[in-house]
Nanobody, 124 residues
Framework: QVQLVESGGGLVQVGGSLRLSCASSGPTFSRDAMGWFRRPPGKEREFVAAIKWRVYGTVYAESVNGRFTISRDNAKNTLYLQMNSLKPEDTAVYYC?????????????????WGQGTQVTVSS
C-alpha cells in the first residue's frame, strides 16, 4: 500500500529554519497534487501549503506565505517544505498528503493518502 513518511521535524529556536521531507513508497500511484498540513496543540488540523505534481502550481496559507516554500522532486517521489523565520505558533505536528485525482482547489480538496506526521517545536 502507498506510504508517505515525513522526516526533518525537531526542536528549533524562534527565527530558525527546518526542512521537512515526505518520501512516498509502495505501489506507484498517480498523483495530481501533494500538500502539507499541520495540527497545532489542542487545535484542528489546518492547511499549510500544496503543490501540483505534474504542472506548476503552488498555494500557501496566509500565515506561512513568504516564510515557507513547498517543492517537489518528481524523480525521487519526494515532497519538501522549507520553513524559515519560524515562530512559536508554527509549533505543530506536520503531515504530508497526496491527492490522486485532478483538483483545481489545492487548499480545500480531499487528499487520499496521509503520512503519520512529524513534530515541529519552535521555542521562544
Amino acid at each position: 500500500q502507498v506510504q508517505l513518511v515525513e522526516s526533518g521535524g525537531g526542536l528549533v529556536q524562534v527565527g530558525g529554519s527546518l526542512r521537512l521531507s515526505c518520501a512516498s513508497s509502495g505501489p506507484t500511484f498517480s498523483r495530481d497534487a501533494m500538500g502539507w498540513f499541520r495540527r497545532p496543540p489542542g487545535k484542528e488540523r489546518e492547511f499549510v501549503a500544496a503543490i501540483k505534481w505534474r504542472v506548476y502550481g503552488t498555494v500557501y496559507a496566509e500565515s506561512v506565505n513568504g516564510r515557507f516554500t513547498i517543492s517537489r522532486d518528481n524523480a525521487k517521489n519526494t515532497l519538501y517544505l522549507q520553513m524559515n523565520s519560524l515562530k512559536p505558533e508554527d509549533t505543530a505536528v506536520y503531515y504530508c498528503a497526496a491527492r490522486s485525482t485532478y483538483t483545481r482547489n489545492l487548499r480545500y480538496a480531499e487528499y487520499d493518502y496521509w503520512g503519520q506526521g512529524t513534530q515541529v517545536t519552535v521555542s521562544s
